[in-house]
Nanobody, 112 residues
């Protein structure tokens, strides 16, 4: 049973923007913090950003602070990750996490 589905990945050039979406099928979406993580080839999965259940509290890894913005729309049961000024080092599979569930990920490729 699919719980979290990511979308919005793609291939872009350095400096471009993408917006990722994470849509939940869980009725309790508004009751938990949602996080975005990423995993590059040959590396461990790492934290990118998180947002608390009411959207007021947000946290970012230093590598993306100032370039990425996390947000959520509880009425749509969707969380977003707006990624600006993308760099080749942002290339990774991006995963959504919430309520102990992981999505399957969406691939972001940034070419130089």
């Amino acid at each position: 049973q699919v719980r979290l589905v990511e979308s919005g990945g793609g291939v872009v050039q350095a400096g471009a923007s993408l917006r990722l979406s994470c849509t939940s099928s869980l009725r309790s979406f508004s009751s938990y913090t949602v996080g975005w993580f990423r995993q590059s080839l040959g590396k461990e999965r790492e934290f990118v950003a998180a947002i608390n259940r009411n959207g007021i509290g947000t946290w970012y890894d230093d590598a993306v602070k100032g370039r990425f913005t996390i947000s959520r729309d509880n009425t749509q049961k969707t969380a977003y990750l707006q990624m600006n000024t993308l760099q080749p080092e942002d290339t990774a599979v991006y995963y959504c996490y919430g309520d102990s569930y992981w999505g399957k990920g969406t691939l972001v490729t940034v070419s130089s």
